[in-house]
């Protein structure tokens, strides 16, 4: 058997750590879009909730945030429980490798170094 996930999107949100125990967690969700259906004006997205656990947790914490694109490799799992007598349950991707694949989604995409590889730092000019 198989159960193997590989999704590319956006965080939704900046990630958080938590400490349980000696193990750390990171629950974040990623927004993957559809591709546009014919006469459709905007894509459908969906939304995977993904746990990653100590070094994998530190990863995403240290390098992504809001609106990053990242891809990952996991598992998904289906966790059924009950809440007020109805039985629910919840898709959650457990997340084994992490890809890093593009920036920030950027509000405004016109450059402000003019093209300066050394803007911002003390081997620049205008510093």
Request: proline content about 6%; some cysteine.
């Amino acid at each position: 058997m198989l159960n193997k996930f590989l999704v590319a999107g956006r965080m939704t949100a900046d990630p958080e750590i938590k400490t349980i125990g000696e193990n750390r967690l990171c629950k974040f969700t990623i927004a993957c879009d559809r591709p546009k259906r014919k006469g459709e004006e905007n894509p459908e997205t969906d939304f995977f909730p993904c746990t990653a656990w100590n070094r994998n947790a530190d990863v995403i914490v240290d390098w992504f945030g809001k609106g990053d694109m990242v891809t990952l490799v996991g598992s998904v799992h289906n966790n059924r429980y009950e809440k007020d007598g109805q039985k629910r349950s919840a898709i959650e991707v457990k997340v084994e490798e992490i890809h890093f694949s593009g920036g920030k989604k950027r509000e405004n995409t016109a450059p402000t170094d003019n093209g300066n590889p050394y803007a911002g730092t003390e081997d620049d000019p205008l510093f």
